[in-house]
C-alpha cells in the first residue's frame, strides 16, 4: 500500500492506473476509522481495480464553535487498517496542500439543498463538504465513489452536485453500520463517556417508533415526527437539534409519504452531536 500526501503523485498514480485500463474506487473519509468507513472500503474492493481511500480532516466543512481541533486523528492506525483490507493508496494531503490560499478559496455550492437539515443547523457545512469532494474526485479521478448511508443529506447533495456538473464518477451508497443495540457507528461516539453512550440510543429509538407508526399505516409525516419526538421528552443529557421526514432526493420536507421518504435525527448528547436516518418505504 503506498501513502500518498501531494496532488501531483496522487495525479500521477491515478492516471498510471487509467492508463492500464484500471477501474478506480474512491473511498473518502476524515479518517478515525471504525467498522462503517471498513464495509466501503471493503465495498470498493469488490467493484474496483484500484482502491483509493483519502484521509483528510476538511477544515472547511467545520464552523468556528464544532470539533475541528479535537476531532480524533489516528493516521497511523487508519493505515494499518485500510492496508488490512487491501487498499492501494491512501491520499492523506495536508490542509495547505488542499487549500493552498487559505481560507479564501472557490466554493462548490448546490443551492438550496445546502441549506435543509444539517446544512440550516451548520451554516456553511455542505458547502465545504461539495467543495473538499469536488477537489477530491478532481484530484483522484475516480469512476466510483464510496458513501454511507448514514450521511445521508450528503449523500443526496453529492450526487446532485455530480449530476448538475456532468463529473464522469458513479456514486455508490453502503447501509449504515450499527452496534448491535442499534447505535450508528460514528467517529464522534468516540467522545461520549458510558452514560452518553447509553443516551445517544434516543436517536435510534426515535427513528423506530416513526418507523413503528408507519408499519402501522400512518402515512402524515406531523404524526410521525410527533411520535419520534416523544422520545426525547425524557431523555436526559440529550437536547433534539432536528427530526425531518424529507424526499431522499431532494431533501425538501414531504407532509404526506406517497412513495419513500428519509426520516433524519440529528441531536447533542452531552456537547457531542450525533445523527442517524431510516428510510421509510420500499
Same mark, same amino acid.
Given at each position: 500500500?503506498?501513502?500518498?500526501?501531494?496532488?501531483?503523485?496522487?495525479?500521477?498514480?491515478?492516471?498510471?492506473?487509467?492508463?492500464?485500463?484500471?477501474?478506480?474506487?474512491?473511498? $473518502?473519509?476524515?479518517?478515525?476509522?471504525? /467498522?462503517?468507513? #471498513?464495509?466501503?472500503?471493503?465495498?470498493?474492493?469488490?467493484?474496483?481495480?484500484?482502491?483509493?481511500?483519502?484521509?483528510?480532516?476538511?477544515?472547511?466543512?467545520?464552523?468556528?464553535? /464544532?470539533?475541528?481541533?479535537?476531532?480524533?486523528?489516528? =493516521?497511523?492506525?487508519?493505515?494499518?487498517?485500510?492496508?488490512?483490507?487491501?487498499?492501494?493508496?491512501?491520499?492523506?494531503? $495536508?490542509? !495547505?496542500?488542499?487549500?493552498?490560499?487559505?481560507?479564501? +478559496?472557490?466554493?462548490?455550492?448546490?443551492?438550496?439543498?445546502?441549506?435543509?437539515?444539517?446544512?440550516?443547523?451548520?451554516?456553511?457545512?455542505?458547502?465545504?463538504? +461539495? +467543495?473538499?469532494?469536488?477537489?477530491?474526485?478532481?484530484?483522484? !479521478?475516480?469512476?466510483?465513489?464510496?458513501?454511507?448511508? %448514514?450521511?445521508?443529506?450528503?449523500?443526496?447533495?453529492?450526487?446532485?452536485?455530480?449530476?448538475?456538473?456532468?463529473?464522469?464518477?458513479?456514486? /455508490?451508497?453502503?447501509?449504515?453500520?450499527? !452496534?448491535?443495540?442499534?447505535?450508528?457507528?460514528?467517529?464522534?461516539?468516540?467522545? =461520549? @463517556?458510558?452514560?452518553?453512550?447509553?443516551?445517544?440510543?434516543? #436517536?435510534?429509538?426515535?427513528?423506530?417508533?416513526?418507523?413503528?407508526?408507519? @408499519?402501522?399505516?400512518?402515512? /402524515?409525516?406531523?404524526?410521525?415526527?410527533?411520535?419520534?419526538? +416523544?422520545?426525547?421528552?425524557?431523555?436526559?443529557?440529550?437536547?433534539?437539534?432536528?427530526?425531518?421526514?424529507?424526499?431522499?432526493?431532494?431533501?425538501?420536507?414531504?407532509?404526506?409519504?406517497? %412513495?419513500?421518504?428519509?426520516?433524519?435525527?440529528?441531536?447533542?448528547?452531552?456537547?457531542?452531536?450525533?445523527?442517524?436516518?431510516? #428510510?421509510?418505504?420500499?
Amino acid at each position: 500500500m503506498k501513502i500518498v500526501s501531494t496532488i501531483p503523485e496522487m495525479r500521477t498514480s491515478s492516471r498510471e492506473a487509467r492508463s492500464r485500463a484500471a477501474r478506480i474506487g474512491l473511498v $473518502p473519509t476524515m479518517g478515525a476509522l471504525h /467498522e462503517g468507513h #471498513l464495509s466501503l472500503v471493503r465495498a470498493a474492493c469488490s467493484q474496483s481495480d484500484l482502491v483509493v481511500a483519502s484521509i483528510f480532516v476538511n477544515p472547511t466543512q467545520f464552523g468556528p464553535n /464544532e470539533d475541528y481541533a479535537r476531532y480524533p486523528r489516528n =493516521l497511523k492506525e487508519d493505515c494499518a487498517l485500510l492496508e488490512r483490507e487491501g487498499v492501494d493508496i491512501v491520499f492523506a494531503p $495536508p490542509v !495547505e496542500e488542499m487549500y493552498p490560499a487559505g481560507p479564501d +478559496t472557490t466554493w462548490v455550492v448546490v443551492e438550496a439543498m445546502s441549506n435543509r437539515l444539517c446544512g440550516r443547523s451548520r451554516p456553511g457545512h455542505f458547502r465545504g463538504v +461539495t +467543495t473538499v469532494v469536488s477537489k477530491l474526485f478532481h484530484i483522484v !479521478e475516480p469512476d466510483l465513489a464510496f458513501f454511507g448511508q %448514514k450521511d445521508a443529506a450528503q449523500v443526496a447533495i453529492i450526487r446532485r452536485m455530480v449530476r448538475d456538473l456532468n463529473m464522469p464518477v458513479r456514486i /455508490e451508497v453502503c447501509p449504515i453500520v450499527r !452496534e448491535a443495540d442499534g447505535l450508528a457507528l460514528s467517529s464522534r461516539n468516540a467522545y =461520549l @463517556d458510558q452514560d452518553q453512550r447509553k443516551a445517544a440510543l434516543t #436517536l435510534y429509538r426515535s427513528l423506530h417508533r416513526a418507523r413503528e407508526r408507519f @408499519d402501522q399505516g400512518e402515512r /402524515e409525516t406531523t404524526t410521525l415526527i410527533a411520535a419520534a419526538n +416523544t422520545e426525547f421528552v425524557s431523555a436526559p443529557g440529550v437536547r433534539l437539534d432536528y427530526f425531518e421526514i424529507v424526499d431522499p432526493d431532494t431533501l425538501e420536507p414531504e407532509p404526506m409519504i406517497r %412513495k419513500q421518504a428519509l426520516a433524519a435525527v440529528a441531536a447533542f448528547v452531552g456537547s457531542t452531536r450525533l445523527i442517524d436516518n431510516i #428510510l421509510l418505504g420500499p
